[in-house]
């Protein structure tokens, strides 16, 4: 018998699909997500009374790379997100 081989193809790994996410092994976003699971412990687990505590958390795993990064408005959070300053603040026009 021989062994089949396919070609020399070595593996690349790649980010996570969205929805898996990688283990915070560091803690590095551990208080957003604890402050997350509590509001929710507090609001029975309804998770729309905990969006600002969600968004904080997403955007912490964003920025240490724990989850590929992603506009926070496609992830939902359109609503919560500060609208840029007008150009027109402070200006008075004729």
Known sequence: M????????????????????????FGECKIFKETFMKCLRDNGFDNSKCRLQSKDYLECRMENQLMAKEPMEKLGFKDLIDPPPSQSDGDTKP
């Open 2 to 25: 021989s062994a089949m081989n396919f070609g020399s193809k070595s593996f690349k790994p790649r980010a996570p699909d969205k929805g898996a996410f990688p283990i915070d092994h």
